[in-house]
Structure formats: C-alpha cells, structure tokens
C-alpha cells in the first residue's frame, strides 16, 4: 500500500467495527438481525455515560438515513406553506362592521336590550396554523434545538455538518410567521400524534415517527430503543469520502491492536468510550497484569497526558509577544502507559495520508519535530521513540533498531506488528 489510504473492506468488517462502531460520520448498512446483536454486544462492552448515550442517540437521530436531517431540511424547509391551517370562527361585539357576517336576529335582540342602534354582533372567520398536529411539530424541533449536541460548527466531517445544519434551519423554521402562530405545549399529547398519523401530509406522518423515535431514544434513554435505532445501519466512515478520517481510524485500531496483546498478555480488562474529541474520556483502557494503557484521539495533551499548557513551548512564546495567540495542538492519538510504581511511557501519534516522498510527507517529518521540541517536557530523555509518525506507505525502517533508535519513529503498510514492536520496547525498556 503506498500514497493515500485504501481501506481493505474485510479488515473493516471485522477489526475496524469492533473497536469503532461508534465513531458517527455516517451509516453503514448491514443485514439488520446481525446488526442489532452486535449493537447490543458493543454497548454491553461500552463504559458508556448517561451524557455519552444521549450523545449517541441525538447524533445518530439526525444523521441516520431518512432522520431528523433529511426531514428539517430537505423535505420541511419546503414544504411550511403547504402546512395544516384549520378555519377558526369568533363572535365579536362591535360598534361598526368592517369584515365578518353580521348575525342580525342576535343584533337587533343586543339593540334593543342597550337602546343602540349601533352596536352590532359579526362572526368573524380565519384560518390558523394552531392544530394539534402543527404543535407537535413545533414541539419537535424546539426539542432538537434545546439538547444540541456539542458538534463544532467549524468540523469538516459530514455528520459534524449535518448536526450543525438542522440546529440552523430549525431554528429559521420556528422564527417564521407560520410557526410562531402556533402554541408551544409543555408536552406532546395522545390527539397530537393520532391526528399527525391520521394526515394524509407526509410532513404530519414523518414527524410522528420521528417524535416517538426521539422520545424513546433521546429524552427517556431506553437503551433497548436505542439498540433498534443503530441497528438501521453501521456507523462508519464513508470509504469513498473523508480518506484522512479514516486513515486515522485505521491507526487508532492499529494501535489499540497492538496494546491489546502488549499490555493485557491473555489477562485484564479493556474498557471502551466513543471516539470523539470532545470531553476527557479514553478511547480505551487496557488494565493489564503489570501495565495500564490510556488512548486518546485527537485530545490535548493536558487532557490525554496530564501535561499542562504552561509546558508548552509554543504557548511560552505566543505570550511573550504582543499580537500572538495559540492554543495548544492536538495529536491524532495519544497513549500513556503506566506500571503503578514510577513507570511511566507517553507516546504522540501523528497520522499522514499522503506519500512520504511527496512535499507534504517532507514537511510531516519537520513538524513531527516541532511536536517533540514543543512537548519535551513530556518524555524522559532515554525514552526512544517519543513520536511516531505513520504514512500509509512508501516507507520502511532499515532495520528493527531504526523504530527506536531515535526520538521519532516511522511507521507504515502493515501497521500492528510495527507498533507490538515499539510498545514491546519502550515496556520492557522501563519495566
């Protein structure tokens, strides 16, 4: 394998799924008795959180295919003046008549009651948006827009832009006239969805499955739903789209592949999180027999390896200068190895889908150094390697040695046996 990542789908399906079957940039399809086994096995397996559930829920709910992205966006956007408005009637009491249907025989009984010719009795009709069926989709999306899922608007993955499009256009659809006509209920009511599933409208229809979906999943956690949900389909990286994304994956794997055997040797536990930058969970713990091992994906340091920013020699210079702002980079992956004495190995992992041997795989090299030179406050000075930087291909060390002879190391192709090695060492090294 050389230049940019080609994922293999036989490694996919059966090493890439096991370990991120949570990572939500898109579906995947599978025959759907296999899959909600599996769902079940992979959250049983999951050190989930109540927030890390609902996460899961809310993302999928949107992303999924024929879900709450499609429907706001695709299909409701269009579709607001083609919307239920039922007539309304009122009886007004007035002293002149401009619109409305005068009903004589109560005027001239009002007339001469209050000996005033003038006053007169209409009933005045209009149409309304206020139904039972349009307030449980505005129940709807005021209900998406309040738990908004912390997705970064500035993130290029497509799930990243799906979530982020909904909570924009959902928010337009509940500032436009046809919606703020309509009463905000504190709950949705059994006249509410029947009338939306009786509707021959597909927006009444849909929003209906969609709401008992949310309800379920969402806001009650019922983990038994929530299996059907992801059930529909694998979440996964599209392989025609995002390559770097999922050469990144494919590292992460790799390397929790290779741990795995390192550290566990037959004995311990392994618990598992989403893969998702934000907050401070692990990847995966490995609590082996002598070693313990915490991965983390695209986390700062201060986060994964317990090094504070003020260590940083990037953000010492940024505040030694007027006009200069930084915040403290991001490695791909982020592993740290203890022993439960004094034993301790950190090691930052890069991942580069591009030829070695190309302008951009150069340059790769050059801020791999800069990590090491910005972190060095990291590493003991005897510990080889610190960095790894992985390409897909087009590399290889010329002998074993060569991965940890020196303070960065390079690895590609066949990534596993090449990570066994360097952890291997860098255990036994302080072991």
């Not at 703020?180 to 009511?189: F, G, M």
């Not at 992956?333 to 890069?350: A, C, P, Q």
């Not at 992985?390 to 690895?411: K, M, Q, R």
């Amino acid at each position: 394998m050389s230049g940019q990542f080609c994922p293999n789908p036989e490694y996919w399906n059966q090493q890439v799924k096991r370990y991120l079957y949570a990572r939500i940039d898109a579906e995947w399809r599978n025959d759907p008795l296999e899959a909600r086994k599996a769902v079940g096995r992979f959250l049983e397996a999951l050190t989930l959180s109540e927030g890390d559930l609902d996460w899961l829920a809310r993302v999928y709910h949107i992303v999924q295919a024929h879900g709450a992205h499609e429907f706001v966006v695709d299909i409701l956007k269009d579709s607001l003046s083609s919307l239920t408005r039922e007539r309304k009637s009122q009886i007004t009491v007035r002293k002149a008549v401009a619109r409305g249907r005068v009903l004589w025989e109560r005027t001239l009984k009002i007339q001469r009651a209050r000996a005033d010719p003038t006053v007169y009795i209409a009933e005045e009709s209009s149409k309304t948006p206020d139904t039972p069926e349009n307030r449980l989709l505005k129940k709807y999306l005021q209900a998406l827009v309040d738990c908004k899922p912390p997705v970064e608007a500035g993130s290029k993955t497509s799930t990243a832009r799906k979530v982020v499009e909904v909570f924009r256009v959902a928010n337009e659809l509940l500032g436009s006239v046809f919606l703020r006509d309509i009463s905000l209920v504190p709950r949705v009511t059994a006249r509410m969805l029947a009338r939306a599933r009786r509707s021959k409208h597909r927006v009444y229809a849909k929003v209906s499955q969609l709401w008992a979906e949310f309800e379920s999943a969402v806001l009650l956690r019922d983990v038994d739903v929530l299996k059907d949900v992801l059930a529909r389909g694998w979440l996964a990286p599209k392989m025609e789209e995002d390559t770097d994304s999922l050469f990144q994956l494919f590292v992460l794997v790799s390397i929790l592949e290779a741990l795995e055997e390192m550290v566990l040797q037959e004995r311990g536990n392994v618990k598992f999180g989403l893969v998702r930058s934000d907050g401070p969970a692990a990847v995966a713990v490995y609590e082996g027999p002598v070693w313990r091992a915490e991965v983390y994906y695209d986390k700062a340091p201060s986060v994964a390896l317990g090094f504070e920013g003020g260590g940083s020699f990037y953000i010492r210079i940024t505040e030694l200068f007027r006009g200069l702002s930084g915040a403290p980079r991001r490695p791909d992956v982020s592993v740290r190895l203890t022993d439960g004495r004094s034993n301790e190995v950190k090691v930052i992992v890069e991942a580069k889908n591009t030829d070695p041997t190309s302008r951009y795989g150069s340059d790769s090299i050059y801020k791999a150094l800069g990590y090491l030179r910005d972190y060095e406050g990291l590493w003991p000075e005897h510990q080889h390697p610190k960095f790894t930087l992985v390409y897909p291909g087009g590399t290889a060390p010329v002998s074993e040695d060569s991965l940890t002879a020196e303070d960065l190391a390079i690895v590609s192709g066949d990534l596993t046996p090449q990570f066994k090695l360097i952890f291997g060492r860098l255990i036994g090294h302080t072991g």
